[in-house]
């Protein structure tokens, strides 16, 4: 008798004490909110603003930003200073195919400014750079 089904408050039917499905569903969504949560403190904690940034290219940031951040050199991501801008304390770090990482070198370490799409990055080297 005791495995007969019964329709829960929820609607849904089924055996026990409680609703297994809704159970289920407050866990997935306990368990997003958490992930969701976790992203927000991320991107809270990164030294540039990253929240305008797709979720993917902000994640490349952050993780760019954590590889420099470690003393790892910024050539083996690919990135470059603007010699011929004369701006050799600025690099340019790729991020993903159609962002970068801009770096300002102070006294040998590095400032995250910014991170922009290619466009903005070419109209912002048009318009004189990071000067
Ligand atoms: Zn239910």
Request: net charge positive; glycine share 6%; hydrophobic share 30%.
């Amino acid at each position: 008798m005791a495995s007969r089904k019964k329709v829960f408050p929820c609607g849904h039917k089924g055996k026990g004490m409680f609703c297994h499905r809704c159970k289920q569903e407050e866990e997935i969504n306990e368990r997003r909110l958490k992930r969701k949560s976790a992203w927000n403190e991320k991107v809270k904690s990164s030294p540039i603003d990253i929240s305008h940034l797709p979720k993917k290219v902000a994640e490349k940031t952050l993780s760019v930003i954590e590889i420099i951040s470690e003393g790892k050199s910024y050539h083996a991501l690919k990135g470059k200073r603007l010699a011929s801008m004369r701006q050799r304390e600025v690099i340019s770090i790729p991020v993903g195919w159609s962002y970068r990482l801009i770096c300002i070198e102070r006294n040998g370490t590095f400032d995250f400014v910014e991170v922009l799409s290619h466009e903005d990055y070419n109209n912002k080297l048009s318009s004189g750079g990071w000067k």
